[in-house]
């Protein structure tokens, strides 16, 4: 098992989880509570993955659970994040979408793009995500995670272009200190 995590300076378990386990060490975790925010490999409809950040992290997890599945269920991401070097899996997705077949990536810089990127930093909004995303007459089933206000705006950009709310899937977090 592997276990992404961000340290943050002010963090409530980050520097913890950083700094005092070893590698081989044991942790005990447990797997998300219900069924909603999980994909499943028998599911064929098209995937649209949204991540803002380290929301990528859950998301990941869908997208290795596809490839080890040898699911041919297709799968699009979209990735907000503030600049190229905070992309979380920057090799591992690359090389998934360098695959015929695999995952369609897109990456929205919000501060920073790299040079000659085609579109100036920016937030994602509805022009990129009808840009990007399944159409939904497809009827995707859409995964959303990232901090709540990123998955508020997602969903709404998302509902406004026709998905059915009931195929949207939404995990968020705040910052930390920020509990709502």
Request: charged fraction near 20%; glycine fraction near 8%; charge should be negative.
């Amino acid at each position: 098992m592997q276990l992404t995590v961000e340290q943050l300076p002010d963090g409530e378990v980050s520097p913890y989880l950083t700094q005092v386990p070893a590698v081989g060490g044991r942790l005990e975790v447990r797997g998300p509570i219900g069924g909603w925010f999980v994909w499943r490999p028998e599911q064929k409809e098209p995937i649209q993955l949204i991540a803002g950040g380290s929301g990528l992290v859950p998301l990941m997890a869908r997208i290795r659970s596809r490839a080890a599945a040898g699911s041919t269920a297709p799968f699009r991401l979209l990735y907000s994040v503030r600049e190229p070097g905070a992309v979380l899996y920057r090799d591992e997705l690359q090389a998934l979408s360098d695959h015929e077949d695999s995952v369609s990536l897109t990456y929205a810089y919000t501060r920073a793009a790299p040079k000659d990127w085609p579109q100036p930093p920016d937030r994602i909004d509805a022009v990129l995500i009808a840009q990007t995303t399944w159409p939904s007459n497809l009827f995707p089933t859409c995964y959303v995670c990232g901090p709540t206000s990123f998955v508020e705006s997602a969903t709404g950009f998302l509902t406004a272009s026709g998905n059915d709310s009931n195929n949207i899937r939404t995990e968020r977090f705040w910052p930390t200190g920020d509990r709502q």
